[in-house]
């Protein structure tokens, strides 16, 4: 090389680069997976870089390319991203311009539970109108949980301290794993037979990762729970994790504990709620009479029984003319009954023998009353009593 | 199977709560209020005793893995 030829421009390199690299079948179209990270959107592109645990790929993405994405891409997101390596000249800087992206592993469960989500809500599966009312006072709860539990010792440590009157029904269950979708179906159609009459039934599991709560977003089970014959109430992992079964159950809570107090009533609260009615019960028919002895008092203060008197005193007038006129009525007439008597009674001296007595007649009786008429009618030495007008004469006959 | 249902804590409380409206009213005979009286304070009494009782109750737990009947 002489000196005009020992060296090359940096374009040259960069060329030389591009030529080579892009030179390379497989570089035209492969599929790299990786997860991303420092993602960076603008309105023509998408900077980006795939990662594994050694290296980092840089990416760019157009924007036609990314008008056909699924998904918001975000970092941490495990990819499958296809398209070319390719070299940006001017920095010198090999990229993977990618025509598409698509969720692997664990973002494609999500996109795959986006689509089912979207499916059975378009069914109107997890429609509100759906929701029934939790009893407020269950008989007896069913809890299809883990056998031995944590949730399970929960639920029934909180059932029993709120509501100690109900009975509690367990039907043990696998609850992660790959069985665990079709044993929390077993469990359920078991809660569902009609002997176990039960009021509620809760769906219970602590919180884990997304894999791990995975079973309670089987498609099969979420359409049996739409169907259950008792309102259900769902309290698997935490606030933040949702499963399939939280929208299709009546009510969701976020923890076994929540689930006791959606299921029951407090006692507490009840023993308080009979106190109060029991007061306005007091309440109530203390008015009650209160109000009689009102009407009571309003009428003792009528007239009539502030002063009996007044109300009759007109009768009493009444009466009284009445007896005065009744009286001298009664007078009149015993007068006149008395002088009618004196007639009669002075009629009837004029009639009266011994009346004539007093003209100076007498009568003479013998000893058995008969009446002497004659001389011959008595007889010597015989006793007879004379009447005069003022006194008897006892004589012999001689 | 024409046996009759127990009242339920929950028919019992809803009588009660009648009852409270039922005499708050005061358009009844005082003979009337006076026996809802008595029946209310007669449930008050025995709500409250079916709640003190079960305190000492534990509620059943089965365990039912299995289908018992096919």
């Known amino acids: 090389m002489d000196k005009e030829a020992s060296f090359v421009t940096v374009s040259q390199v960069n060329g030389y680069l591009k030529t080579v690299i892009e030179g390379i079948a497989d ?56 398209g070319s390596v390719q070299v940006y000249q001017p920095k ?35 429609e509100e109108g759906r929701k029934r009312p939790i009893a407020e006072f269950p008989s007896v709860i069913g809890l299809i949980v883990g056998d031995g539990s944590a949730a399970e010792a929960d639920l029934i440590k909180n059932i029993q301290r709120r509501w100690p009157l109900v009975d ?4 043990p269950s696998l609850v992660q794993g790959a069985v665990a979708p079709k044993d929390l179906l077993r469990a359920f159609n078991l809660s569902q037979m009609p002997e176990h009459k039960l009021s509620t039934l809760i769906f219970a599991r602590g919180g884990g990762s ?62 308080q709620r009979l106190d109060e009615l029991s007061v306005s019960l007091d309440g109530a028919i203390g008015g009650v009479v209160e109000q009689l002895l009102n009407e009571l008092g309003d009428l003792s203060s009528r007239p009539f029984f502030k002063g009996p008197e007044t109300m009759y005193a007109a009768a009493s007038e009444e009466v009284d003319g009445l007896r005065k006129r009744l009286d001298l009525a009664l007078g009149n007439v015993l007068e006149m009954k008395r ?47 004379s009447r005069f007008a003022d006194g008897i004469i006892t004589s012999k006959v001689q | 199977m024409a046996e009759k249902k127990e009242k339920t ?15 708050e009213s005061e358009t009844l005979p005082l003979e009337d209020s006076m026996k809802l009286y008595e029946e209310g304070k007669a449930l008050v009494v025995e709500l409250d005793k079916t709640l003190a009782d079960a305190k000492a109750k534990i509620g059943k737990y089965k365990v039912i893995s299995e289908l018992k009947s096919k």
């Open chain 1, 27 to 82: 570089f035209r179209h492969l599929t790299v997976k990786g997860e991303i990270s420092n993602f960076k959107r603008y309105s023509n592109a998408a900077y980006f870089d795939l990662k594994d645990d050694k290296s980092v790929l840089p990416c760019v993405m157009w924007s036609d390319s990314l008008f056909y994405l699924s998904f918001q891409p975000k970092d941490g997101d495990e990819v499958l991203a296809t």
């Open chain 1, 210 to 271: 997304s894999e791990d709560l995975g079973a309670f977003n089987d498609e099969s089970l979420v359409r049996a729970v739409s169907k259950s014959r008792i309102p259900t109430i769902s309290a698997v992992g935490h606030e933040v994790d949702f499963t399939l079964l939280d929208f299709v159950v009546d009510k969701r809570v976020s923890t076994p504990t929540a689930a006791a107090e959606a299921a029951t009533p407090d006692q507490l609260d009840i023993k």
């Open chain 1, 168 to 171: 509690i029904v367990v039907f």
């Open chain 2, 9 to 23: 804590f929950e028919d019992k409380l809803a009588r009660l709560h009648e009852i409270v409206e039922k005499v």
């Open chain 1, 339 to 385: 002088a009618n008597l004196s007639m009669v009674n002075e009629h009837l001296d004029a009639l009266n023998p011994y009346g004539v007595l007093k003209r100076g007649y007498s009568i003479t009786k013998r000893k058995d009353g008969s009446i002497v008429k004659s001389v011959g009618d008595v007889s010597k030495d015989e006793v007879i009593e």
């Open chain 1, 92 to 126: 010198g800087r090999y990229q993977l311009y990618v025509n598409a992206l698509d969720l692997f592993g664990q973002g494609a469960e999500l996109l795959r539970l986006e689509d089912l989500k979207k499916k059975l809500t378009a069914e109107g599966l997890f």
